[in-house]
């Protein structure tokens, strides 16, 4: 984690995550996030929950953002391995994977639409 955690640091001192931000920033801002948000969910496919936490600490999101990433990665974190194991069990990958985007997705929108609804913003928490 600390090395997660030093490299974002490293990242932001010499301004380099503003541009790998700049990439990621159309796609995230669809779901309410900004272009930082996308290191953090990158992040969080190829590495465990504890990681992600890290990075989360590191980085200045509000409490919405938090919320909406934490969802996020808790549903997406250590992808990779999660998918090796379970194709070691018998199941199909392809349909794995698609069944745990597309849960994903769905739990994305509904998370969002409820934090609108609700009238929770970054700046009243």
């Not at 030093?6 to 900004?34: C, H, M, Q, W």
């Not at 930082?36 to 992040?43: E, G, H, R, Y």
């Not at 999660?82 to 929108?109: P, R």
Request: aromatic letters at 10%.
């Amino acid at each position: 984690m600390l090395p997660v955690s030093l490299f974002v640091t490293l990242l932001s001192y010499f301004n380099i995550l503003p541009y790998i931000s700049s990439f990621a920033s159309p796609l995230f801002t669809l779901i309410g996030l900004p272009g930082d948000a996308a290191l953090v969910f990158v992040t969080s496919i190829f590495t465990n929950i504890y990681t992600v936490i890290a990075l989360l600490s590191t980085l200045d999101f509000s409490v919405r953002e938090s919320l909406i990433m934490a969802t996020m990665c808790l549903i997406s974190h250590n992808f990779v391995v999660e998918t090796i194991v379970l194709q070691k069990t018998g199941s199909s990958a392809v349909w794995m994977d698609d069944l745990d985007s597309g849960m994903g997705v769905c739990t994305l929108l509904h998370t969002k639409h409820g934090i609108y609804n609700a009238g929770i913003s970054g700046a009243s928490l």
